[in-house]
């Protein structure tokens, strides 16, 4: 991690004002997509671009491909803006508004969807994007050990679809990573 390693460096300082996944998780999601050759993620809750530019580093590797999602006009922007700097722009399309509304637009088979935005709407993230999932895919939901109680029913959901096989990492805020298991 060459330019982009100043650029996240920089925004660690204001990971509480944005909400910013630990740089630990940003560890964990560079080597996801890199052990599975990810072609194509999606990010659903961009903030300012900390977490995109983990995933867009990794995605810079395997020749991959990223969409984010982000509902603020302003983060967006912002988020763009730190892309650049990273040099990691021309790997990332940012798509502004609601993601109950743009997760179906997205026409692309998806290696890895990372969810870090609603957590009371993860479950209607996860059920939109699962079509578009493939076989062997994976899913990565944030803060589920501090904000468990705000995804019940995502909870309830991954452990208990039998496409889906899921574990618990107590990684930073939590995470569920749940493997999408073959059609």
Known sequence: ?????????????????????????????????????????????????????WLAAALKETGGKLITLEFDPKR??????????????????????????????????????????????????LELALPSIRSGGLIVADDTVTMRDEMPDYVEFVFNTPMLHSVDIPLDDGVILSYKVGS
């Open 1 to 53: 991690m060459e330019n982009y390693t100043s650029v996240l460096k920089r925004l660690e300082k204001t990971a509480k004002e944005y909400t910013n996944i630990a740089p630990e998780n940003g560890q964990f999601l560079s080597i996801l997509i890199q052990s599975i050759k990810a072609q194509n993620v999606l990010e659903v809750g961009t903030s300012n671009g900390y977490s995109t530019i």
């Open 76 to 125: 967006a922007e912002e988020a763009q803006g730190h892309l650049r700097e990273a040099g990691l722009d021309h790997i990332v399309e940012v798509r502004i508004g609601n993601a109950l509304d743009e997760i179906p637009k997205c026409d692309t088979t998806f290696d890895l969807v990372f969810l870090d935005a609603e957590k009371d709407e993860y479950r209607r993230y």
